[in-house]
């Protein structure tokens, strides 16, 4: 079995554990007990209403996001390169249309009824404290939108405090 060690939360930053410029996947469970994943790279880590926090953006086609909705809590998972592939194709393929998470070859573990990965590097499981979807008139440079948003699908800002962090020993 794997085993992971308790960080604490203040000891933490993005560099830590080389988590920048990485692939991570958002994970969350429905009331029904379904999980979901899907893989990221955009988001950032920093300090909001003196809570440790992070900033996680989801399209709103993204099924993940019923998932997220649906719960208080979820997790960021990060990853060895040598599970690149796993990310890539969970990045790809909408566990609408399958059951990714088993076709990758993953196995799902929770702390506090939080899923996460066994597989992970390190896990960091958060609390919802805001969302608020992205406003195409917020912009103040606007080919930003041409370039990222040419469908208009604005992604979902999640702002969520850090309640846990376990890292592979």
Known sequence: MTSFEKIDIKDFTPDSFGLK??????????PDGTVNTMTASWGGYGVMWNKEVVFV????????????????SFSLTFFDKKYLKDLSYLGKVSGRDEDKISKAGLNIAFDKNIPYFMEAETAIFVKK?????????????KDIIERWYPEKDFHYLYIAEVTNILKRK
């Open 21 to 30: 410029h990485k692939w991570m996947l958002v994970t969350a469970s429905k």
């Open 57 to 72: 953006v989801i399209r709103p086609q993204r099924y993940t996001r019923e998932f997220v909705e649906s719960t208080e």
């Open 129 to 141: 404290l805001f969302v608020q979807r992205i406003q195409e008139d917020a912009f103040l440079e």
